[in-house]
């Protein structure tokens, strides 16, 4: 992997654990601040503009699909970030709140939706720690 490839995988895969943990330790809260967050308009549009900030800063420094799985996976990541971003910016203000706070508030479906990032965490902090360098 890439030094590039590397950083990336450990930076987004630790992320993804430690927000994932919190999460899920603390259902509830999390709960309450995202409904808080999806009823708050300038809140959601900076929370957007972030969002698609990062999600252009991977597509832009890291678009590989070639290179193996784990830098497959990181572009994956930066394409959803800026699309995720776009889609918050663009639609019109409240569109998906109440889908989102349905599957939120639902104590099952909330853990079946952190176990995608939970697994990509995993994956992307062993194949970042454990990876051979490649220039």
């Known amino acids: 992997m890439t030094p590039r490839t590397i950083f990336l995988s450990r930076l987004i895969g630790l992320y993804c ?4 943990g919190s999460l899920g330790l603390h259902r509830q809260a999390a709960v ?3 409904s808080a ?3 708050n308009l300038p809140l959601m549009w ?26 497959a ?6 394409w959803a970030a800026l699309l995720k971003g776009l889609f918050f ?10 889908f989102i706070l349905k599957v939120f508030g639902d104590s ?5 939706c ?17 990876a051979k360098l490649r220039s």
């Open 46 to 71: 900076l929370a957007s503009i972030i969002t698609l900030f990062g999600g252009l800063a991977l597509v832009l420094a890291h678009n590989r699909w070639s290179s193996g799985a784990p830098a």
């Open 108 to 112: 099952r479906l909330f853990y079946v």
């Open 89 to 98: 910016l663009l639609l019109p203000a409240g569109a998906g709140t109440e």
């Open 32 to 34: 309450d601040t995202v």
């Open 114 to 130: 952190l176990a995608p990032s939970f697994a990509i965490g995993l994956y992307l902090t062993y194949a970042g720690f454990t």
């Open 17 to 20: 654990l430690l927000v994932v």
């Open 73 to 78: 996976i990181v572009s994956l990541v930066g």
């Open 37 to 39: 967050l999806l009823h």
